[in-house]
């Protein structure tokens, strides 16, 4: 396997981890009517992270990757805001595994901006 392959194997599985992390974070939220809207909204936003990144990986032209990376970046960034929503109002029990998770989405938002904002500069180099 190249390079290339071998990287979009580790992000689907870092995505899919991701996603699975959130799941079993959110149910040991404290029990409120506010982390139980938070959670909902954080896991329909970690699992579609993982779910459109394996999308974009499976795009039929360098546009349908583009499309589908920019719904990853949106998705990835919301999953940072629900998760400081959850520090900030410390719904949390466990404050080590919210950093971690923040931490993880943060770096995740990172890397598929970098890799929206290179496949739209090669696309418009092409043109």
């Given at each position: 396997?190249?390079?290339?392959?071998?990287?979009i194997?580790?992000?689907?599985?870092?995505t899919?981890?991701?996603?699975?992390?959130?799941?079993?974070?959110?149910?040991?939220?404290?029990?409120?009517?506010?982390?139980?809207?938070i959670?909902?909204?954080?896991?329909?936003?970690?699992?579609?992270?993982?779910?459109?990144?394996?999308?974009?990986?499976?795009?039929?032209?360098?546009?349908?990757f583009?499309?589908?990376?920019?719904?990853?970046?949106?998705?990835?960034?919301?999953?940072?805001?629900?998760?400081?929503?959850?520090?900030?109002a410390?719904?949390?029990?466990?404050?080590?595994?919210?950093?971690?998770?923040?931490?993880?989405?943060?770096?995740?938002?990172?890397?598929?901006?970098?890799?929206?904002?290179?496949?739209?500069?090669?696309?418009?180099?092409?043109?």
């Open positions: 396997m190249n390079p290339k392959d071998n990287f194997e580790e992000m689907k599985a870092r899919k981890k991701f996603a699975v992390d959130v799941i079993l974070f959110c149910d040991t939220l404290k029990e409120s009517k506010g982390s139980s809207v959670s909902y909204q954080l896991i329909k936003s970690a699992t579609s992270t993982g779910a459109n990144y394996r999308a974009a990986c499976r795009g039929r032209s360098q546009s349908e583009f499309s589908k990376i920019c719904i990853v970046v949106e998705e990835s960034d919301e999953s940072v805001y629900w998760l400081e929503v959850i520090k900030d410390n719904l949390s029990g466990n404050p080590e595994e919210s950093t971690r998770l923040l931490n993880e989405a943060t770096e995740l938002s990172k890397i598929m901006t970098k890799s929206k904002d290179t496949t739209y500069r090669n696309m418009n180099q092409k043109n």
